[in-house]
């Protein structure tokens, strides 16, 4: 696939005035890395790149904060609210391990005469519509490609990149324990030997304690089903982030588990859930019933107007008509809920 993100790349960035790159919302190490090197790319053409991010600092999760920050220097970061202002009409957009509108941070993307986009999630109707899409949902990461990308163009990069490229590689196959090829460790070993130094690699993932603690007590509440299935919900209202559920569901597949989910309040009015697989099971599929999405082995939803509870029972609900997961008390949860709505109502 490097050589055909190659071929157009010469096309089209040559073609270009500007460069923009754009990676999903709620930047994580696989993301950042990615921009990263598709600035390094744009450089080499000699375009001027922009990366547009809207995230605040202080919500950057801590390891990739420490990328960004190491790389702050030699990118050009500037805010949704100001591409305008950059815009000639003959500008390219870099669309990075994401393929979806609704999760970045540009809206009016028919401001751009050309988009690529280069991913490793599935599609659904909210991907950007664009002929040049280069989405690989059997490859490990982003990084995976840019690693690759920057191969190809014979760039050479520090050992930052080379660690922020690792890094992205070692987050989205949970330490290489999913969806790690021949291909991912030979890529991992190159790295290695561009600089890349698996002790400092390490460091990005050192768990803040407060937020271990809290990983720890939804994870407290996993129910194990049959077919090696393990499902974490916190029925008690506490607040989590997104990447808090995801670690829960990434921690859950240490177990003799083939598939973990992780649901919890996100803000009010809005549940989120984080879904994990070994393989066997396509997560996307299931979190598109959500209106959510990701690829066979990652995947999340968000709910607005619902409870955990209530997303507790529909998902189990979809394990059991879909994968004969069992369950014993699904409707009878149900009928509970409905009791209790029905007693509210009468009031």
């Known amino acids: 696939m490097e050589n055909q993100i190659k071929k157009c790349f010469d096309k ?3 073609e270009s005035d500007n460069v923009f790159i754009v990676v999903h919302n709620k930047l994580d190490l696989d993301a950042i890395a990615s921009a990263i090197s598709l600035n390094l790319i744009g450089k080499k053409f000699g375009k001027e790149v922009y990366l547009v991010i809207d995230d605040k600092l202080e919500d950057i999760e801590s390891g ?7 790389s702050k220097d030699d990118l050009k970061i500037i805010k949704s609210n100001e591409v ?16 979806k509108s609704d999760m970045i941070a540009i809206t009016k993307l028919e401001l751009f005469k050309n988009i690529i986009i280069i991913d490793h999630h599935n ?6 519509k664009t ?13 995976e490609i840019m690693a690759g990308l920057l191969e190809k163009f014979d760039i050479e990069f520090s050992s930052d990149v080379a660690n922020a490229l690792l890094a992205g590689i070692t987050l989205d196959t949970n330490k290489f324990s999913k969806k790690a090829t021949v291909k991912t460790f030979e890529t991992a070993s190159n790295l ?9 690699v390490s460091n990005f993932f050192v768990e803040d304690f407060v937020q271990d603690r809290t ?3 939804l994870i407290d509440s996993a129910e194990f089903y049959a077919y090696n299935v393990a499902i974490a919900a916190d029925l008690k209202d506490n607040l989590y982030t997104q990447e808090d559920l995801a670690k829960s569901s990434d921690y859950l597949l240490k177990y003799n588990v083939s598939l973990a989910l992780s649901i919890g309040k996100i803000k009010d009015n809005l549940v989120g859930i984080s879904a994990r697989s070994k393989g066997l099971i396509d997560v996307s599929k299931i979190m598109s019933i959500f209106d959510g999405g990701g690829n066979q082995n990652s995947a999340a939803a968000k709910i607005e107007n619902s409870t955990v509870e209530n997303i507790l029972i529909n998902l189990k609900k979809i394990l059991y008509l879909n994968y004969k997961v069992k369950q014993n008390d699904v409707f009878q949860k149900e009928e509970e809920i409905s009791k209790k709505e029905d007693k509210i109502k009468s009031k």
């Open 215 to 217: 990983i720890q007590k």
């Open 84 to 99: 305008l202002g950059f815009l000639t009409g003959n500008d390219l957009l870099l669309v990075a391990d994401v393929n």
């Open 64 to 70: 990739t904060k420490k990328v960004f920050l190491n």
């Open 192 to 200: 290695i030997k561009k600089g890349a130094d698996v002790s400092e």
């Open 131 to 143: 002929d040049k899409k280069f989405i690989d949902i059997n490859i490990s990461s982003t990084s």
């Open 123 to 128: 599609e659904n109707d909210k991907t950007i």
């Open 12 to 14: 089209y960035i040559l």
